[in-house]
């Protein structure tokens, strides 16, 4: 062990090591999953899809707990670039396209060719498949995800047909990890992770930000991700 390693700053390194060790692990699964999926019988199409959806919810969770952890050591950088926002749209698309067909859940698009977005593309496309993954989780049939400009900033937006989301998430600050809920689900970490996402995207005086409501056009939940 480095001598030179304060005590408190073992832990961090260790649960750094640990996640990443897991998240490898968990990769091995998933593709385990998906080659049993393709064996399966009639009877266990249910319970493999259960299994398929609760092991990438683990794997956005370490996903985000490894990017969380690089912001908390001073670690973590973007690197931005310009990309088509259509482009991120069908990545996040892509993550989450087995489970939308083992859900029968339809997820359609609506973004102009010519949109452009300036941003990380891997930080960006998983957070917006992580939101994705959550909505599909609340959703009854249907997602939409969009983009569009908005008051100077580049808006995409997720919306489902569900419940919408419940009172104590639509009131907490989520750039404030005291204000979320990290106990009855991934939700909240998601938001939070999406959010510390977005602020780091920046341009003059203007800060990426997160915003959520249940003004779906589709009747549910409403997520809004701005980016300068």
């Known amino acids: 062990m480095n001598a030179g390693l304060k005590e408190d700053a073992l ?28 064996k399966q019988s009639a009877g266990q199409v249910d319970e493999v899809r259960q299994l398929e959806f609760e092991a990438n919810r683990i794997n956005h969770s370490l996903m985000q707990l490894l990017v969380m952890y690089k912001i908390d050591s001073r670690k973590f950088s973007l690197m931005e670039d310009e990309y088509a926002a259509l482009d991120l749209i069908n990545e996040a698309k892509a993550q989450q396209d087995r489970l939308s067909r083992l859900q029968n859940i339809e997820v359609r698009s609506e973004c102009r ?11 960006i496309s998983n957070a ?14 249907a997602v939409l995800i969009s983009a569009s400009e908005a008051d100077g900033y580049l808006r995409f937006c997720i919306e489902d047909d569900g419940l919408g989301y419940p009172p104590h998430l639509l009131e907490a600050d989520l750039t404030n990890p005291a204000d979320v809920d990290w106990v009855s689900g991934n939700t909240g970490l998601g938001l939070y992770f999406v959010a510390a996402i977005a602020g780091f995207h920046k341009n003059r005086d203007k800060t990426g930000y997160v915003e959520i409501d249940n003004h779906s056009r589709l009747g549910g939940a409403r997520f809004s991700l701005y980016l300068p």
């Open 11 to 38: 832990f961090p390194v260790i649960l750094g090591a640990t996640v990443h060790d897991i998240k490898n692990s968990l990769g091995t699964l998933l593709g385990l999953i998906q080659q049993m999926s393709l």
């Open 113 to 123: 060719d010519d949109l452009l977005c300036y941003c990380d593309y891997q930080q």
């Open 128 to 141: 917006l498949g992580t939101v994705l993954n959550n909505a599909q989780r609340y959703t009854k049939n």
